[in-house]
């Protein structure tokens, strides 16, 4: 029998998870069905931001927690670019400063954050905060805000990695523009040398994705980041993660922060009567 390769493995684990998922929202709907209490409890639910330098795995991470607690995934440049768009009251203002090269203001971004907590609908079980706050001044305008909801923040996850590691990582990286898959040429190769393995249609790689460029991005990244962590190292909340183990083994890491390392005894035996779980 032909060994299993890691690749393999990996994407039995990401099945399983998807699996796991699927088995909640089915065991919450048949649970509202019988008038019993859903599963995203107030003990179901998350408030936390996710840190990481370029390259340490937040876009992996990330949708795997929205779906865990059903919160919503607020990534500031993403949210900034939306409320441009809707030309909301907070888009305009901030579409003004940037129109005259300024820097969006703190207010603003914290006013933003606020509109979605409680104008969107997935915020409901609660969020993921990814590129926010990025000084200490927005964290305690953070948890000002989030004290005036009367919520506090559950988790600041720091998801670290050494930098030379990254910069393997990074400039290895293949895209696929239409989708976003992405590849490795050392990692993770495509099937076809630089070939999307699903279209095969032609990849690239960023052109900031070079070792000088990475360097400086990650040198910001820590001048900004090291006063945010400290301060939630204060708080209580600051929780780091090693991110140069393999995503499966990150993810577990994450349940351990969230205290639900096992699934629930019903999904372990319906994945085991699939023959996925031991």
Not at 16 to 45: F, I
Not at 73 to 81: E, I, P
Not at 217 to 236: E, F, I, M, N
Request: proline share 5%; glycine share 8%.
């Amino acid at each position: 029998m032909a060994p299993i390769k890691d690749d393999t493995v990996e994407s039995l684990r990401d099945l399983v998870n998807k699996l796991e998922s699927r088995v909640e929202q089915l065991e919450a709907k048949l649970q509202q069905a019988d008038g019993g209490p859903t599963w995203t409890s107030t003990k179901e639910s998350v408030r936390m931001i996710l840190m990481g330098p370029p390259g340490a795995g937040k876009g992996t991470q990330a949708p795997k927690i929205k779906e865990k607690f059903r919160a919503c995934h607020l990534a500031t440049g993403d949210m900034l670019r939306s409320q441009v768009a809707k030309k909301t009251q907070l888009g305009r203002e901030a579409k003004k400063i940037m129109d005259q090269g300024g820097l969006v203001s703190d207010d603003i971004m914290v006013g933003m954050i606020k509109g979605e907590l409680e104008g969107n609908q997935e915020c409901k079980n609660g969020f993921i905060l990814d590129g926010f706050p990025r000084t200490v001044a927005q964290a305690e305008k953070l948890d000002s805000m989030l004290q005036e909801k009367s919520q506090h923040l559950q988790h600041a996850v720091e998801l670290r990695i050494d930098d030379g590691l990254l910069v393997s990582r990074i400039t290895g990286r293949l895209i696929h523009p239409a989708s976003g898959r992405t590849y490795h040429k050392i990692f993770n190769p495509p099937k076809d040398t630089m070939k999307d393995d699903i279209t095969g249609e032609p990849l690239i790689q960023r052109s900031d994705d070079n070792p000088d460029t990475l360097k400086k991005r990650l040198a910001t990244y820590h001048d900004q980041t090291s006063p945010v962590v400290s301060y939630y190292q204060k708080t209580g909340v600051w929780k780091p993660i090693d991110a140069s183990q393999e995503p499966g083994q990150v993810w577990k890491s994450l349940l351990n922060v969230f205290g639900d390392e096992k699934p629930s005894s019903t999904t372990s035996s319906l994945l085991s009567k699939i023959g996925l779980r031991n």
